[in-house]
């Protein structure tokens, strides 16, 4: 006979003893000969990475921490039938368990005395066929069920509310260069107080290492709960800059990083409303920053659009213009509205509503959009005076300058072709008077 260690999700039924089932159908079912508890061991979650990608429960060493469970004498055959069954994803370890109070099913057996210890048997995930994971809420409902009903003391049953200890990793744990939990190398740490907490940061983000403490960690992570959606939107922000191959971004995701590290730690010394506004102020600075982006992108945009059609356009005029005569005058007024369009952005750019520079396809379509807008109102616009749509127009006194009409000169052309383009809402609004008026200027009904 061995004495088996069973602990985490295996106190809850005998699902376990399926691979030895065969051995054990004439027997009646194990039962537990008493509890017992592994001294400086946590209990600590793992992932298998093989295919079924299923959950375990570990033991990850953790001084002054201890796991709970049950002692129950299998027969050599069925132990090794366990072992084998889960010989992929599973090994067999020696651990020294420290005799507690007897199972309420049995009496304490004569060879288990309480306060003594035993070496017993138990199986725990093999590392190189697993990774550390934080427990999900179901499987912590199935084992803190079983620790309620099985009567252990009060502190763990809290340890195992709070989630354990996740991976068994330890404030001090967090070393420069080292892993952390998601096995992302550690860049720089901001702050470390073990055993309460460590802010960190990986090449991704700002992270967190919470206590040592399983109820002090409950608390860290109900209080940095509330800045989580902040962080994110933040990572998001800076996405790209930390890896970017220009020193100058990088040197500009460190100082966010830093000041982010500085609102996590108010948060962890207690000082939730601080960090809250804190990150809110990160947040805001680096909404700002790539604002700023966005309108030099857009103003970028907005001249090379402009540049490319003047350079459509004097092509045009250059391969066509000795045989279209007057109509020369369309060319040079879309040319004028390409400029209007561009100096009407230029001089509203701080004002107008842009986009950050993470959307600068966009912001590069509604700048070209704006200059193509202003190139046909100017051609429309000269259309119109070319062929007396638009009311009578001159200017001067005696010698007056007709602005309508097929004599209309070149430098006019350009002139309203530039106000078109400047003000681009001028041809529609005009078009649109045009429209809803009858051939007597009385409006339609």
């Known amino acids: 006979m061995s004495l088996y260690f069973a602990y985490g999700i295996d ?52 001084a002054g921490k201890s796991v709970w469970g049950l002692l129950i004498n299998l027969p050599d ?112 740490i901001y702050y470390k107080a073990p055993p309460r907490f460590a802010v960190y940061a990986t090449q991704k983000r700002v992270m967190v290492q919470y206590a040592d403490d399983n109820l ?82 857009y103003l970028m945009s907005a001249l090379v659009a402009a540049f490319f059609y003047c350079v459509v356009m004097g092509g045009l005029q250059t391969k066509y213009g000795p045989d279209i005569g007057d109509a020369l005058n369309i060319f040079r007024a879309a040319q004028a509205g390409a400029i209007g369009a561009f100096f009407s952005i230029a001089i509203a750019i701080r004002q107008r509503t842009v986009l950050t520079d993470l959307r600068w396809v966009d912001n590069a379509a509604d700048a070209a959009l704006r200059i193509t807008i202003g190139v046909i109102a100017a051609a429309v616009l000269c259309l119109l005076f070319r062929t007396n749509l638009a009311p009578p127009l001159s200017l001067g006194g005696a010698t007056s300058t007709p602005v309508t009409g097929p004599a209309v000169k070149w430098d006019i052309v350009v002139t309203f072709g530039f106000i078109a383009g400047f003000l681009e809402r001028l041809v529609p609004d005009m078009l649109s008077k045009m429209a809803t008026s009858s051939g007597n200027g009385t409006p339609k009904k």
Not at 79 to 96: I, M, N, P, W, Y
Not at 108 to 128: M, N, R, S, W, Y
Not at 151 to 172: E, H, K, M, Q, S
Request: proline share 5%.
């Open 216 to 297: 002090l960690e409950a608390k860290q992570r109900g209080d940095m709960a509330s800045l989580n959606g902040l962080r994110s939107q933040i990572s998001g922000l800076i996405d790209g800059w930390q890896n970017h191959k220009s020193r100058k971004k990088q040197c500009k995701a460190a100082k966010y990083n830093a000041r982010v590290a500085a609102a996590l730690n108010l948060c962890l010394e207690g000082d939730g409303i601080n960090a809250f506004s804190a990150l809110q102020e990160v947040k805001a600075d680096i909404v700002d920053e790539r604002a700023s982006w966005g309108r030099f992108e």
């Open 77 to 188: 055959n069925v132990l090794a039938a366990l072992v084998d069954a889960k010989s992929e994803t599973h090994e067999r370890v020696q651990k020294t368990v420290t005799i507690q109070r007897p199972s309420q099913n049995l009496p304490l057996p004569t060879q288990l005395v309480i306060g003594e210890k035993a070496t017993a048997i138990c199986l725990v995930p093999k590392v190189d066929a697993s990774t550390a994971v934080l427990p999900d809420q179901d499987l912590l409902r199935q084992i803190l069920g079983a620790t309620l009903q099985l009567g252990f003391p009060i502190n763990y049953v809290r340890a195992v509310a709070a989630g354990g200890v996740g991976t068994g990793l330890t404030v001090d744990d967090i070393k420069l260069k080292g892993e952390d939990l998601t096995q992302q190398t550690i860049e720089q």
């Open 11 to 62: 106190l809850q039924n005998t699902d376990w003893l399926a691979p030895a089932a065969a051995l054990l159908k004439d027997q009646p079912p194990p039962q537990p000969s008493a509890c017992g508890v592994i001294p400086d061991c946590a209990l600590s979650f793992r992932r298998s990475t093989l295919r079924t990608n299923a959950m375990f429960c570990s033991l990850a060493d953790v």
